[in-house]
């Protein structure tokens, strides 16, 4: 069964850092294009970040550049999410999230991790 | 960023009913869109993925059509498991989903 898991939210300061997790199992990891998108409480779904299979291209939205930073680890069948000076608005939950098919760059999500929450707040 | 707009932004409808969804983009995405649903407390699913091909395991009740600008997701007899919200999302250049048209009984 293929499964994302994702850990490591919890509630933060605001400028302070987290680090999240997503473990992959039942689907050769090493092959996709892995994502993060957020979703704040009661909002919309927006699209935090991506990266391609052997880390040689990522890309970020505009409100979190330079402040948070996505790698992997395709030996531990693993997607990480640096987030570094948080704000109140990057509280959301965040999922992972996989490309439908392999070694494509056309950003189809599926499947999705069932979330981890960030809170950010004092 | 292209700009993803859905209509109607909430619906009501009732158990056997044709419904249809609007997404237009803010310029040309080809044919670069998707369909998820999306369930209270529950990770997005996908159900359409290039304007119209139907993602393994959604049934055939579900149909998606468009192209350029302006894309409708349709679900020909609505069942009780299908009230959630759903979201478009374009796949031509950096992602960005509409703003989720909610359907309620």
């Known amino acids: 069964e293929v499964q994302l898991v994702e850990s490591g939210g919890g509630l933060v300061q605001p400028g302070g850092s987290l680090r999240l997790s997503c473990a992959a199992s039942?689907?050769?990891?090493?092959?996709?294009?892995m994502h993060w998108v957020r979703q704040a409480p009661g909002k919309g779904l927006v699209w935090v970040s991506g990266i391609y299979t052997d880390e040689s291209t990522t890309g970020y939205a505009d409100s979190v550049k330079g402040r948070f930073t996505i790698s992997r680890d395709n030996a531990k069948n693993t997607l990480y999410l640096q987030m570094d000076s948080l704000r109140a608005d990057d509280t959301a939950v965040y999922y992972c999230?996989?490309?439908?098919?392999?070694?494509?760059?056309?950003?189809?999500?599926?499947?999705w991790g069932q979330g981890t929450l960030v809170t950010v707040s004092s | 960023d292209i700009q993803m707009t859905q209509s109607p932004s909430s619906l009501s409808a009732s158990v056997g009913d044709r419904v249809t969804i609007t997404c237009r983009a803010s310029q040309s995405i080809s044919s670069s869109l998707n369909w998820y649903q999306q369930k209270p407390g529950k990770a997005p699913k996908l159900l359409i993925y290039?304007?119209?091909s139907l993602q393994s395991g959604v049934p055939s009740r579900f149909s998606g059509s468009g192209s350029g600008t302006d894309f409708t997701l349709t679900i020909s007899s609505l069942q009780p498991e299908d009230f959630a919200t759903y979201y478009c999302?374009?796949?031509?250049?950096?992602?960005?989903f509409g703003q989720g048209t909610r359907l309620e009984i």
């Open positions: 290039t304007a119209s």
């Open positions: 999302q374009q796949s031509y250049s950096t992602p960005t």
């Open positions: 999230a996989s490309q439908r098919a392999p070694y494509t760059t056309t950003s189809v999500f599926d499947p």
């Open positions: 039942g689907f050769t990891f090493s092959r996709y294009w």
